[in-house]
């Protein structure tokens, strides 16, 4: 499988040795869900952090706001070189993964993967339907966890519960950021088919509550993803590596209760989030599978 689906942009050349990359200033403590945390092996913490950096910043990239669709796909294809070449120059995030997949043993699959999601960012802005949405999940949220399982030493066994899990994940942080995603980059997750079938648009996702027909949308997406969460919760039982397990136990549970924050909350009116005590509750559960 070619996980580069596009032709490298003419722009690519240009760049030269100048910066590709757009780190918006977000880290690892911006995000929902633990990433590289104490419960990963300290000596495969480093490697964690060079897939997250790689992450964050090619989906800064395809975020950005002041690149046009060209320029962003072309620093995308321009990392993918790096990821191949380890040539450091504007690409260092790349560089560094290359470095520490070569060091772990793990593919450069699951980072190659996630560019074919963030060149689809760069361009695409609707989703007809949900299995739309669900093709993106696969390759903006499965690689993420396939590739943490990998560095654990896990078998693909394991991979449709963490491919759900991640998938819903993915849905949840949408319908965390409908609303902004809509202000700032014109871009929607929501299936346009449920919004037609109540009788909305996109544009409803610009107004400051949710309206009820709004909300039936909403709460649709929230019965795929506690799906997605049923098939999630097999996932730490499957994993041999007992860190990786209480981790996986953790974001399941975290998973949930983001779920059910966000039927309770209007992501119009506010951002819906998890608290200290979501995080804390989730762990003191997940260390049942310490085991």
Known sequence: MNANDNHP??????LGAASIEAWSGKDRGDENFPVGSLLI???LRPHVHAYYAFARNADDIADSPQLSPADKIARLNAMETALHSGNAAGAPSAAHLRASLAQSGVRDIHARELLIAFRQDAQKTRYANWAELMHYCRYSAAPVGRYL??????????WPASDALCAALQVLNHLQDCAGDLRTLDRCYIPQDWLKEQGLTTDDLARPQTSPALRAVFDRMLDETDKLNALAATLPGQIKNRR?????????????????????????????????LDFAAATLGGLRFAA
């Open 41 to 43: 092996a300290q000596h």
């Open 149 to 158: 399982l990998d560095l654990h030493g896990e078998t693909t066994a394991t």
């Open 9 to 14: 942009a003419r722009g690519q050349a240009a």
């Open 244 to 276: 990786m397990r209480i981790e996986a136990a953790v974001i399941v549970r975290l998973a949930r209760r983001l779920a059910a924050k966000l039927r309770a909350g209007d992501p119009l009116a506010r951002r819906v989030k998890l608290s200290k």
